[in-house]
């Protein structure tokens, strides 16, 4: 499995994907992203503690393989109007 794509805090935070600090992440080119406060790098203490999140792209999870559902059928709707 490949490493998910990073863009750096300063890369996108004075450029237009500056709104994903107001969602929590963004789609960019067709891959979704989300904000990195895991492993971010951090300033100051206490009250005064800012974060600098990477963009982290966000790995798809493998689906598992279920049966398929039966089609639907629709109920008779009342036999008697025909």
Known sequence: ???PKRIPYHTWANSQLSVARHYGGCIFNGVQY????????TEGEGDNIRYFPDL???????????KPLPAHQPNNVNEETK
Do not use: A, G, H, I
Request: aromatic share 4%.
């Open 34 to 41: 989300k904000l990195d406060y895991d492993n971010c790098q």
């Open 56 to 66: 982290v792209e966000v790995m798809p999870t493998k689906k598992r393989r279920t």
């Open 1 to 3: 499995m490949r490493e």
